[in-house]
């Protein structure tokens, strides 16, 4: 069985509905993706090629199997690029993170969790 994709508006990456994982706020995601040249690099090539290649590879979202939070576990580069771009959508797959493992899913994403 595949893992599943979807879509979802990219005005849900803020600091409550789906979070940066490694980052307390977004804006220190940008602040330090600033900061460092490698991720300079990384930023300026997906803002030249995602308005022309689109979004090819999904961010990966984790979804917190105590709290249910949502947060950006893979794809921190791509999300803040997407937002920059004030693109209206952004892919996704996810992922149930328990205490001791990663479950990859094929079922379709809670989205209640988010509001909607």
């Known amino acids: 069985m595949s ?4 879509t979802l508006p990219t005005r849900l990456l803020n600091d409550q509905q789906i979070r940066p994982g490694s ?6 995601v940008a602040q330090d993706f600033g900061s460092r040249s490698k991720d300079r ?6 803002l030249a090629s995602l308005p022309i290649e689109g979004q090819r590879k999904p961010i990966l ?9 949502v947060y950006v576990s893979d794809g921190h580069h791509r999300a803040l690029a997407l937002m920059q771009l004030d693109a209206i959508e952004f892919k996704f797959r996810w992922c149930w993170t328990r205490s001791f493992s990663v479950d990859h899913q094929s079922a379709p994403f809670p989205y209640h969790l988010l509001g909607l």
């Open 3 to 6: 893992l599943y994709t979807g």
């Open 23 to 28: 980052y307390r706020k977004w804006k220190h």
């Open 41 to 46: 690099k990384i930023m300026a090539g997906l």
């Open 61 to 69: 979202l984790g979804v917190d199997d105590r709290s249910h939070c």
